[in-house]
């Protein structure tokens, strides 16, 4: 008799149902897997014969053939185990049959998120699973866990003086926008991205599904629990483009998906390779990555905040007064580094700051008045500006002003006489490109939802395309 117990392969976030069969008949003792398994998958007959084992259950000296269905779709990873050793287990009479989700013991809180009506059991061993079924030790139902977010962010108040810096971090919290800051080494870039997660609000239920989905086929959920807090991830620049964008054997996330909803920060963001950076572009204009390989496409979500820092040169004096680079002109030096971005990728960016270096008077400085606490407050209130502002316009899928794209954007930043004539004539003045046109007008609508103002004002509209003014310069350099 065959033995069945249903499981899945993921493509993907989504999952394709697998029927694992095990069958355990009379012939020369042997104990084979197939259904075009990995080596991942092949291995687990030793696991499972060691678990059997140490469970005191012998394997029969018969011939175990163990089916996983489809045929034609590749099994990859450790997942396996568990469904094998069910099924052996039912084939040799130590189990009884069972409607639910079974999951190892550290996956239960992840897995009680499934549905409240579904029975689940999270079994620490076989035998506690064997005990169960028999009915001598009935295991509890795990509980959905969510980890709430730590006091322990680091916090805004140590960072002395870099008012303007604190604004736009502030600006690109509210409206989700990309930021890009350019200073000298020291200058404390490193440090204002390390706290953006203290003033970004917690995630949304909806987000956070999304969110854990994408950890959770990279295996990157501790515990089981997932968290409500954005991600925020920061890769070494010496990453590859699989590790970024996703992809490689197995097709995995990388790391724009695992920041999804959350923030992608790209420290020393030239020194990423040219061809790495590029391959954001698309996913920056889309929200998500469609990775293709000859056999199989997987697409993953991916709606990050982008958040760059750099030095203005390689040697990152360029903008102190008074320098003179032994390379050349300071103008030169700056223009070949910053040349490494492309200009399409530096066109996406809606905030471009310079973070001068702090000065010594700064330095000794009381700690300032404001902290995280309060930024935090006022992103929160705008973000809930925001959310409601869309889901009244009946666009649920969008929450923040980043978001907005064509008719959607123009419904929510109309401009008055003032601000049409202004926005012309800098357009005019700045060669705005039509993306950098509409990216002025999402970070006004921001501005404007910090200031709790229905109607963009000339005010917004001057202040976000200050934040433009810079990335000209780079592009041109570009
Ligand atoms: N505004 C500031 N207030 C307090 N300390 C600062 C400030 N800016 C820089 N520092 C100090 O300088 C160090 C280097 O800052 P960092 O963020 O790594 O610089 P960058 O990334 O711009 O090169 C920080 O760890 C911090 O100790
Ligand atoms: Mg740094």
């Not at 030790?137 to 108040?157: A, C, G, H, I, S």
């Amino acid at each position: 008799m065959v033995q069945h117990v249903a499981t899945v392969a993921f493509e993907g976030i989504e999952a394709r149902a697998v029927d694992v069969q095990v069958q355990v008949a009379p012939g020369l003792p042997a104990f084979n897997v197939v259904g075009l398994p990995d080596k991942a998958v092949s291995e687990a007959r030793e696991r499972v014969r060691a678990a059997l084992i140490a469970s005191g259950l012998a394997l029969p000296a018969r011939r175990i053939t163990v089916n996983m269905a489809p045929a034609d779709l590749p099994k990859e990873g450790s997942h396996y185990d568990l469904p094998i050793a069910l099924g052996l287990m039912a084939a040799i009479g130590a189990n009884a049959r069972s409607e639910g989700l079974i999951c190892p013991y550290a996956c239960g809180p992840e897995a009680a998120w499934a549905s409240p009506e579904m029975e689940i059991i999270a079994a620490g061993s076989l035998i506690q699973l064997a005990n169960h079924f028999k009915g001598s030790q009935v295991l509890m139902r795990p509980k959905p866990k969510v980890r709430e977010t730590p006091d322990t962010l680091l916090d805004l108040k140590d960072i002395k003086g870099q008012e303007s810096a604190k604004r736009a971090l502030e600006i690109a919290a509210a409206g989700g926008h990309n930021l890009l800051m350019v200073g000298p080494p020291g200058a404390g870039k490193s440090m204002l991205a390390a706290r953006l997660p203290s003033i970004l609000p917690p995630l949304s239920p909806a987000e956070l599904l999304e969110v854990s989905m994408v950890a959770s086929v990279a295996g990157e959920i501790e515990e089981g629990a997932l968290t409500n807090r954005r991600p925020f991830r920061a890769p070494h620049h010496s990453a590859s483009m699989p590790a970024l964008v996703g992809g490689g054997l197995r097709a995995k996330p990388g790391e724009i998906s695992l920041a999804h909803h959350g923030v992608l920060f790209l420290d020393e963001f030239p020194e990423f390779q040219p061809a790495v950076l590029d391959s954001l572009r698309q996913p920056l204009e889309s929200g998500d990555v469609t990775i293709v390989r000859a056999n199989y496409r997987v697409t993953y979500p991916a709606r990050f905040m982008m958040v760059g820092a750099m030095n203005p040169c390689r040697c990152g004096r360029a903008s102190d007064p008074g320098f003179a680079c032994r390379r050349g002109a300071n103008d030169r030096c700056a223009a070949d580094y910053q040349g490494r971005l492309s200009g399409p990728l530096i066109d996406r960016i809606d905030l471009h700051i310079e973070v001068p270096a702090v000065s010594a008077a700064d330095l000794i400085l009381p700690a300032p008045a404001e902290g995280s606490r309060e930024v935090a407050a006022r992103v929160a209130r705008a973000r809930d500006a925001q959310a409601a502002r869309y889901a009244a316009l009946g666009l649920a899928g969008i929450r923040t002003n980043a978001q907005a794209h064509g008719p959607a954007l123009e419904e929510v930043a109309k401009l008055d006489n003032a601000g049409l004539a202004l926005i012309r004539d800098a357009a005019d003045a700045m060669r705005l490109s039509a993306r950098g046109y509409h990216r002025v007008l999402r970070v006004a609508r921001t501005l404007a939802d910090l200031d709790v103002a229905e109607k963009i004002g000339r005010v917004h509209l001057a202040e976000a395309l200050s934040y433009r003014a810079l990335a000209d310069e780079v592009r041109r350099a570009a």
